[in-house]
Nanobody, 122 residues
């Protein structure tokens, strides 16, 4: 499956932003989808995921309560609503698809989008 992330931009601390991930296949609903982010000189970090069967959501500890992941299988889309953004969350955000039902491991995701830059100014 091919993925394309979009929606990044420059925002101020405390602002909100919604990222979108578009998939190329009608079978998108059979994949679990995750959002990851990578800041300069840092390892890629799991942000949020949504499972393939029951749309259960799960989050990284640092974004719990502020970010919301959702999916629209009819439109082959996954979204990441990000609220109360912080400057340290400046990063390239990636969406990825996995055949695993529920995983935070980067290596379990086999298809990756190209990433979208999110910059949060203080």
């Amino acid at each position: 499956v091919q993925l394309q992330a979009s929606g990044g931009g420059l925002v101020q601390a405390g602002d909100s932003l919604r990222l979108s991930c578009a998939a190329s296949e009608q079978t998108f609903g059979s994949y679990s989808v995750g959002w990851f982010r990578q800041a300069p000189e840092r390892e890629r970090e799991f942000v949020a995921g949504v499972t393939r069967d029951d749309d259960r959501t799960f989050y990284g500890d640092s974004v719990q309560g502020r970010f919301t992941i959702s999916r629209d299988n009819a439109q082959n889309m996954v979204y990441l609503q990000m609220n109360s953004l912080k400057p340290e969350e400046t990063a390239v955000y990636y969406c990825a698809a996995s055949n695993w039902r529920s995983t935070r491991r980067e290596t379990d995701y086999s298809s990756w989008g190209q990433g979208t830059q999110v910059t949060v100014s203080s």
